[in-house]
């Protein structure tokens, strides 16, 4: 959450991951809620997959598993997550959730 910008067009918005929620609290982060949506990418469904992943990442990295860092590989949450848990994790912020549901609604 580092590269917010400060401001955003009309267009723009801010997506937050559930493993980010925590930083909302701050109050630079406060004043920007009305631009946040849901970000959950998946990438893939199984463990093995992820496994997967990371070996071809090290094979693209010409490196060794262990050498890899945490920017050369996803996030081991990129799975899929059913509605309910994702509703569980943004229950403290249901604008973000219904904005989701808004953006959703227009595609």
Do not use: W
């Not at 060794?64 to 996803?74: A, D, F, G, I, P």
């Not at 996030?75 to 509605?83: A, G, I, L, P």
């Amino acid at each position: 959450m580092s590269n917010i910008p400060t401001e955003l067009k009309e267009n723009e918005f801010i997506g937050i991951r559930i493993e980010e929620l925590n930083f909302l609290i701050r109050p630079e982060y406060q004043k920007l809620l009305s631009k946040m949506l849901v970000l959950h990418p998946v990438t893939f469904s199984t463990d093995e997959e992820y496994e997967l992943h990371k070996i071809l990442r090290a094979i693209d990295n010409n490196t060794l598993l262990s050498k890899l860092t945490k920017r050369e590989v996803c996030r081991k949450s990129e799975y899929f997550v059913n509605e309910q848990a994702i509703a569980k994790a943004f229950e403290r912020y249901p604008e973000i959730i219904q904005r989701t549901k808004d953006i959703l609604a227009q595609c």
